[in-house]
T-cell receptor
Framework: AQSVTQLDSQVPVFEEAPVELRCNYSSSVSVYLFWYVQYPNQGLQLLLKYLSGSTLVKGINGFEAEFNKSQTSFHLRKPSVHISDTAEYFCAVSFSGGYNKLIFGAGTRLAVHP | GAGVSQSPRYKVAKRGQDVALRCDPISGHVSLFWYQQALGQGPEFLTYFQNEAQLDKSGLPSDRFFAERPEGSVSTLKIQRTQQEDSAVYLC???????????????FGPGTRLTVL
């Protein structure tokens, strides 16, 4: 069965420090990979996605992620975080073929402190 | 509209009541998804529509859950005889593409927070 694991439920970090949010997936078929952000009382907003090609993907708000097929990972990074990055971050996968049903991880709460 | 809208934003129901949650997708979007997000968890797939056809309802947790999209635009998720375990945020998402998955972006609404007392 396909699954997504986000290894850290909470990540505290100081403002302007770098951050990495980890995501691993399990699948026997080709996947597309996504990172979404959820601010309080709002819906999910797409940060970036990997479909094919270059394994380094750049997204909005200065975030980037790298697809590593051998390690089945898709970690999210930002070199310098801001207070406004405090939110819940979700990694998700969908499977090529069929339709774009998303399977989400449990989420990582990023808390940026001044 | 500019994005996906959902109503109501908050719903409190007594156990045993029926509720109906509405989703207005982005105009022209063919695909529509419903997800359930329990407190502290990631969203979980409930059901999928392509236009008015419900192609996958494998995630609906029980026969008390029913979804429809009769004209291929607005969708309603109905929960009959609500139980406390139904308390969650219900998210709707739409995307423009149908057919074979190409990794198209899903655009999410703000969700409806359902609390069953």
């Amino acid at each position: 069965a396909q699954s997504v694991t986000q290894l850290d439920s909470q990540v505290p970090v100081f403002e302007e420090a770098p951050v990495e949010l980890r995501c691993n997936y399990s699948s026997s078929v080709s996947v597309y990979l996504f990172w979404y952000v959820q601010y309080p009382n709002q819906g999910l907003q797409l940060l970036l996605k990997y479909l094919s090609g270059s394994t380094l993907v750049k997204g909005i708000n200065g975030f980037e992620a790298e697809f590593n097929k051998s390690q089945t990972s898709f970690h999210l990074r930002k070199p310098s975080v801001h207070i406004s990055d405090t939110a819940e971050y979700f990694c998700a996968v969908s499977f090529s073929g069929g339709y774009n049903k998303l399977i989400f991880g449990a989420g990582t709460r990023l808390a940026v402190h001044p | 509209g500019a994005g996906v809208s959902q109503s109501p934003r908050y719903k409190v129901a007594k156990r045993g009541q029926d509720v109906a949650l509405r989703c207005d997708p982005i105009s022209g979007h063919v695909s529509l998804f419903w997800y359930q997000q329990a407190l502290g968890q990631g969203p979980e797939f409930l059901t999928y529509f392509q236009n008015e056809a419900q192609l996958d309802k494998s995630g609906l947790p029980s026969d008390r859950f029913f979804a429809e999209r009769p004209e291929g635009s607005v969708s309603t998720l109905k929960i009959q005889r609500t139980q406390q375990e139904d308390s969650a945020v219900y998210l709707c998402a739409s995307s423009s593409h149908s057919g074979r998955n190409r990794g198209d972006t899903q655009y999410f609404g703000p969700g409806t927070r359902l609390t069953v007392l």
